[in-house]
């Protein structure tokens, strides 16, 4: 019989999802995702249904117009009479509203998410002429500050290792116990992510027979589906083995997860929330920033920069498809830089 990978059961779900929310959509609706099916992935497909779905539902609460509307007798008539004005009151609107009894907030990269996908919709419909003018267009899109990238420095990562490996005498018996049964494995984890870059959705992803210590590199499924090979050194080489041949070995799995690389304590595929509290937990005993998955990835690239000054490198490493997204996070000027800034200009010869 043959088994469903992860990523394939993954896209299975996110399509249903969809399909599920483009029921609650105006029926024209769904030449616009028949329209991006080829050129997406089915996560950002999921995303543009989810925020198109909002902005019918502000019109339907916020807009007199369209005051009890049901959203699925919207028509395109409708858009064609909203202006610019309309569209800025909707990016106000994104600030803070209410939904199922909830109060959201968005920052400015959740505002420009939602307005880009607002922008996209409304320029699939003026492109096939279903309206005659696109009020999206005269909307300026949020600026967006950049924030300050948080990563380890290098001894908050060996710490944090030891950290992972040791534990803490401070645990309780309790604490200890768990923190030994999983030790092995959390460290394996948590030196593939910080020695390869990977992704979280990538690390869940690994199945046994993706990793390859003949030519040590493991197998990865990125953004959009393609598949990459990424090499990895001697300590995540280690961590691997010790973990492949000294605990996963000892894991009788529960059915339907024979394949996966990294089990959680029910003998299943570990998940993303699961390797998130994971990340959380550890490395709130080592420092009071708020890392994340992610921000394993950061130390990665940073360090992989500043090893080999090489930003193509990087990026093809990282999976990117933008070399200016990788220059952005990991090419920028480090305090050691800007100190020397201070010293490098004479203004008056003592």
């Not at 922008?119 to 950049?146: A, C, W």
Request: a positive charge.
């Amino acid at each position: 019989m043959k088994t469903t990978s992860y990523f394939e059961q993954q896209k299975k779900e996110k399509t249903k999802q969809l399909n599920d929310i483009i029921k609650k959509l105006p029926p024209f609706a769904v030449d616009y995702f028949n329209y991006i099916d080829q050129g997406t992935s089915i996560n950002t497909q999921v995303a543009y249904a989810w925020n198109i779905l909002l902005f019918f539902e502000f019109l339907s609460k916020s807009n007199p117009t369209y005051k009890d509307y049901s959203l699925r007798n919207f028509k395109i008539s409708d858009l064609e009479k909203l202006t610019p004005s309309d569209i800025e009151e909707y990016k106000r609107y994104l600030k803070v509203y209410e939904h199922e009894g909830k109060e959201l907030t968005n920052s400015e990269r959740g505002i420009s998410r939602k307005m880009s996908a607002l922008r996209s919709f409304y320029g699939f419909l003026h492109k096939r002429e279903y309206i005659s003018h696109n009020p999206t267009t005269f909307v300026d899109m949020p600026k967006i500050h950049q924030k300050e990238i948080i990563r380890l420095d290098p001894d908050e990562v060996a710490i944090l290792l030891d950290y992972v490996e040791n534990g803490d005498e401070a645990l309780t018996s309790q604490q200890k116990a768990y923190h030994q049964k999983n030790k092995i494995r959390d460290l394996a984890i948590f030196t593939l992510f910080l020695g390869t870059g990977i992704r979280v959705s990538e690390c869940v992803g690994l199945d046994i027979g993706d990793v390859d210590f003949k030519n040590n590199c493991i197998k990865v499924t990125r953004k959009g589906g393609n598949e990459m090979f990424v090499y990895f050194g001697l300590e995540v080489q280690e961590a691997l083995e010790d973990y492949i041949i000294n605990d996963r070995a000892k894991v009788t799995p529960q059915e339907g997860h024979e394949n996966a690389l990294f089990y959680s304590t029910q003998r299943k595929r570990i998940t993303v929330r699961a390797v998130q509290n994971l990340v959380s937990k550890y490395t709130s005993h080592i420092t009071t920033k708020h890392i994340t998955p992610h921000k394993f990835r950061s130390t990665y690239g940073t360090t992989l920069y500043k090893e080999t000054g090489d930003i193509y490198l990087v990026a093809d490493v990282l999976g990117h498809q933008d070399v200016n997204t990788t220059r952005k996070h990991y090419a920028a000027q480090d305090d050691e830089h800007r100190r020397k800034a201070a010293t490098a200009v004479t203004l008056r010869e003592k």
